[in-house]
């Protein structure tokens, strides 16, 4: 009953940027946590980045200083900014939200369907 639609994957250089979008849309009655993960092959999902509804964010300390991510609560929509990207970096970008729903009071994890990001050495 919720859709994250992740958008802004690509292929870049080492040490150039990215900006990753995530729009959350469905029967949304709020949401208390967006965030970002990344899986990269052979390794498990991992958190990168996220921020509750008041603004407090948690990052991954390998993207402290680098990463960004920001929120706007009117849309339901979420982004991260990259730069100084480097190949460690290169994995499936996932967004993530937990939201409350009209139909029901429990707050449920929902999932995008993820875009690769890929930096090139």
């Known amino acids: 009953q919720v859709q994250l639609v992740e958008t802004g994957g690509g292929l870049v250089q080492a040490g150039g940027s990215l900006r990753l979008s995530c729009a959350a849309s469905?029967?949304?009655?709020?949401?208390?946590?967006m965030g970002w993960y990344r899986q990269a092959p052979g390794k498990q999902r991992e958190l990168v980045a996220r921020?509750?509804?008041?603004?407090?964010?948690n990052y991954a300390d390998s993207v402290k200083g680098r990463f960004t991510i920001s929120r706007d609560n009117a849309k339901n929509t979420v982004a991260l900014q990259m730069n100084s990207l480097k190949p460690e970096d290169t994995a499936v970008y996932y967004c993530?939200?937990?939201?409350?729903?009209?139909?029901?009071?429990?707050?449920?994890?929902?999932w995008g369907q993820g875009t690769q990001v890929t930096v090139s050495s």
């Open positions: 469905g029967s949304i009655n709020s949401i208390y946590v």
């Open positions: 921020i509750i509804s008041g603004g407090i964010t």
């Open positions: 993530n939200a937990l939201v409350v729903t009209v139909m029901r009071p429990q707050a449920q994890d929902y």
